[in-house]
Nanobody, 125 residues
Framework: QVQLVESGGGLVQAGGSLRLSCAAS????????MGWFRQAPGKEREFVAG????????DYADSVKGRFTISRDNAKNTVYLQMNSLKPEDTAVYYC??????????????????WGQGTQVTVSS
């Protein structure tokens, strides 16, 4: 069982930055791949970024490539999403998710086993 708690969301102006954190419980965090997804009002949930258990593999949605960076610290049971050059269209609830085994980066939400409660990110124009 893995419990995930996101933090770091908030209101930011376009062009600004935020760093989301996702703290995981459980001693097996390092064996899970982690992902960030987001859901805007009236839209389907979409993949944002993912990272393998070791951190050596990452993947990003085209819409965030070059602006967002996913990373993890297995010693702290935490995964991060650094978001730069934010745009109003990045406004959404952001969720972190965990998937086992963690050797691959999964981009489909249904393949993930555990989810956090989400954190709101609002980018004003």
């Amino acid at each position: 069982q893995v419990q995930l708690v996101e933090s770091g969301g908030g209101l930011v102006q376009a062009g600004g930055s935020l760093r989301l954190s996702c703290a995981a419980s459980g001693r097996t965090f390092s064996s899970y791949a982690m992902g960030w997804f987001r859901q805007a009002p009236g839209k389907e949930r979409e993949f944002v970024a993912g990272i393998s258990w070791s951190g050596r593999r990452t993947d990003y949605a085209d819409s965030v490539k070059g602006r967002f960076t996913i990373s993890r610290d297995n010693a702290k049971n935490t995964v991060y999403l650094q978001m730069n050059s934010l745009k109003p269209e990045d406004t959404a609830v952001y969720y972190c998710a965990a998937e086992w085994p963690g050797n691959q980066v999964r981009t489909v939400g249904d393949e993930y086993d555990y989810w956090g409660q989400g954190t709101q990110v609002t980018v004003s124009s």
